[in-house]
């Protein structure tokens, strides 16, 4: 059973920079797809991007300028970047995984909410 | 980018009623389509892959069936801990996209 859990600071500051880590419980990392995606308020779900293994990566054209994620397999924790943050930002950020056999987004954490004022 | 739109938006039902949520695709998505059910403050669970595939652990009351555009979650007969939040997600082309949820409620 692959268990993701989000952490990071609940609040950011605008124009500052969002980083958060996701830590998973896996036997392997390998083969994975590991995503972002986050929900704002009352709107609908946003897929930030993935990153996997091998260390391809595909983000949301929406969001690329901005965007960057790294995966670290020592610690089983991978992480996203998000620059020159605004409000539209403030959403419930949600690390998700899966390996293809079933949905690359098999496995999801709970969520955290980031919220971007000053 | 494909557009998913998701209806109803919210259903009440009661148990033991069936229950079919839409999902349609703004094109043609082959099947890339998978269905996950959220609780409040829980993780996403994965429910239906590849637009009918059961996942692991689902009770047979979900099923999912559609093709091109046009797809369905199903549950055969509500149950109490069916109360949640449904969404579709394709991922047929990027950026991955997702409906905007169904909230199903107790009548």
């Known amino acids: 059973q692959v268990q993701l859990q989000e952490s990071g600071p609940g609040l950011v500051t605008p124009s500052e920079t969002l980083s958060l880590t996701c830590s998973v419980s896996v036997d392997s990392m390998r083969s994975y797809r590991w995503s972002w995606i986050r929900r704002p308020p009352g709107k609908g779900l946003e897929w930030i991007g993935y990153?996997?293994?091998?260390?391809?990566?595909n983000y949301n054209p929406s969001l690329k300028s901005r965007v960057t994620m790294s995966l670290d397999t020592s610690k089983s924790q991978f992480y996203l970047t998000m620059m020159s943050v605004t409000s539209a930002d403030t959403a419930v950020y949600f690390c998700?995984?899966?390996?293809?056999?079933?949905?690359?987004?098999?496995?999801w954490g709970q969520g955290v909410l980031v919220t971007v004022s000053s | 980018d494909i557009q998913m739109t998701q209806s109803p938006s919210s259903l009440s039902a009661v148990v033991g009623e069936r229950v079919t949520l839409t999902c349609r695709a703004s094109?043609?998505?082959?099947?890339?389509l998978d269905w996950f059910q959220q609780k409040p403050g829980k993780a996403p669970k994965l429910l239906i892959f590849?637009?009918?595939r059961l996942n692991s652990g689902v009770p047979s009351r979900f099923s999912g069936s559609g093709s091109g555009k046009d797809y369905t979650l199903t549950i055969s007969s509500l149950q109490p801990e069916d109360f949640a939040t449904y969404f579709c997600q394709q991922y047929y082309d990027f950026p991955w996209t997702f409906g905007q949820g169904a909230r199903v409620e107790i009548k």
């Open positions: 590849a637009a009918y």
């Open positions: 094109q043609d998505i082959a099947n890339n």
């Open positions: 990153i996997s293994f091998s260390g391809s990566r």
């Open positions: 998700a995984g899966g390996d293809g056999s079933g949905s690359w987004t098999d496995y």
